[in-house]
């Protein structure tokens, strides 16, 4: 079955930096856009970036740009996301997804269990 294994997370002052990695497995990960979700204290599930299957297009929400990095390692099928310049506001459970369609983008995904990012002086 599809398992989504986040990790890296953790807690970081203001300006720092963590890398997230996510361990696929159960399905062709290659041949799947692959997200970042996050869902922030008292809000909703959010869209944070996603990443082609096999090209190195890549899109993030903006608050986000030029910050944060998502990569993909299709042959050890894992996702990652490098967080720089981190904010008090990106302190969130971060989730890992996969979108339910091969090959296209659909915006529907499949998410793994998650991982707390706490931003905090």
């Known amino acids: 079955q599809v398992q989504l294994v986040e990790s890296g997370g953790g807690s970081v002052h203001p300006g720092g930096s963590l890398r997230l990695s996510c361990a696929a497995s159960?399905?062709?990960?290659?041949?799947?856009?692959m997200y970042w979700v996050r869902q922030r204290p008292g809000n909703e599930l959010e869209w944070v970036s996603r990443?082609?299957?096999?090209?190195?297009?890549?899109y993030y929400e903006d608050s986000v740009k030029g910050r944060f990095t998502i990569s993909r390692d299709n042959v050890k099928n894992i996702l990652y996301l490098q967080m720089n310049s981190l904010k008090s506001e990106d302190t969130a459970v971060y989730y890992c997804?996969?979108?339910?369609?091969?090959?296209?983008?659909?915006?529907?995904?499949?998410r793994g269990q998650g991982t707390k990012v706490t931003v905090s002086s």
């Open positions: 159960g399905f062709e990960f290659s041949k799947y856009w």
């Open positions: 990443i082609a299957p096999r090209t190195d297009v890549t």
């Open positions: 997804a996969k979108d339910l369609k091969e090959i296209r983008y659909s915006g529907s995904y499949y």
